[in-house]
């Protein structure tokens, strides 16, 4: 079906026969607001590609964005007790911390990492904390920079007393994330498939509930490509359900659940020294090289 081909061919999802069913129960209300007769026009129209945000609207409305604040709650205590204070003193030295929220829907979860930090302004004082949520998903992504949610959102997950702390209420919208909070995250639109945001390595990764929807080879290929996002000693967490199974690039880490660091590493609890700092910057610089100039065969880059 052209639908799910052109679906798959920006998303690297596979709508299989079992899912074909989102198709209609999403594109039918789609057609319908855009005076579209069939999905058979529907298709001609993606194909001749003339509205190129009418195909994004598209891939948009078939993802599944499924997404809440401090989902698992588990994973941010596990945060909270173990893996920042593992990070913290890792990083005392240059008192910077860089954490990827990868394909993030709304962004609900980078929101609820920053809070993690705004709730202890005193321990992190001095420390550059930068939050980075990404997602194919353009209104997506458009909604996480705005930072407004619906009541039933933040219904969904947030304690009333951190809704009350972080964010103001918009009348008849719901809730903003207060600047304060907001000061922590940036959002960018990132295909998965594509090469890492720029900007250098990040100590942690949180890459949630995405991996489960494509093939074997497709997680293959992001596996990889998180591998070149991370530092060295970084710390890699994935949703429920989700391992890193078929790669040589992550192992589970042997006392944290659900979390994996680069194979080969030492892990977070042993701080680095100056020169093997330099010396895995370097190393890993190399290595995002020989992917971009070398066997790059991924998919486009989203755009903003
Ligand atoms: C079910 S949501 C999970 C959101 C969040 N990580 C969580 O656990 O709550 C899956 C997200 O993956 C995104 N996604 C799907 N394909 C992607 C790709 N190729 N690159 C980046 N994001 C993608 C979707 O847009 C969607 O927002």
């Avoid at 061919?9 to 594109?27: H, K, N, P, V």
């Amino acid at each position: 079906m052209a639908i799910a081909r052109l679906f798959e061919q920006a998303t690297g999802q596979t709508l299989s026969q079992d899912r074909f069913w989102r198709i209609g129960t999403t594109l039918t209300p789609f057609c319908k607001a855009r005076c579209i007769e069939s999905f058979d026009h529907l298709a001609l129209a993606l194909e001749r590609g003339l509205d190129r945000g009418l195909s994004l609207d598209m891939i948009d409305a078939l993802l599944n964005n499924e997404t809440s604040f401090f989902r698992d709650a588990g994973v941010f205590t596990q945060l909270s007790e173990a893996l920042l204070p593992r990070l913290a003193a890792a990083r005392e030295r240059e008192k910077r911390i860089r954490i990827w929220s990868a394909a993030c829907s709304t962004g609900q979860e980078a929101y609820s990492l920053a809070m993690l930090f705004a709730e202890q302004r005193e321990r992190w004082a001095g420390w550059r904390i930068d939050i980075v949520g990404s997602d194919i998903s353009r209104s997506a992504i458009e909604q996480a920079r705005d930072g407004l949610y619906t009541q039933f959102e933040v219904q969904r997950g947030l304690p009333i007393r951190q809704l009350i702390a972080w964010f103001d209420p918009v009348l008849d919208q719901g809730w903003r994330a207060k600047p304060q909070l907001a000061s922590y995250v940036t959002f960018q639109r990132h295909n998965l498939l594509g090469p890492p945001p720029a900007g250098g390595r990040f100590d942690l990764i949180l890459c949630r509930n995405a991996l489960l929807y494509f093939s074997a080879e497709r997680r293959h290929q992001m596996l990889e490509g998180l591998s070149l996002a991370i530092a060295q000693d970084g710390g890699l967490l994935l949703g429920a359900g989700e391992t890193v199974q078929g790669s040589t690039r992550f192992v589970a880490d042997s006392e944290l659940p659900m979390v994996y660091r680069p194979a080969g590493a030492r892990g977070l609890s042993h701080a680095r020294s100056g020169s093997e700092q330099a010396q895995s910057a370097s190393s890993s610089n190399d290595q995002a090289l020989s992917v971009r100039h070398g066997r790059d065969h991924r998919l486009p880059v989203a755009q903003s």
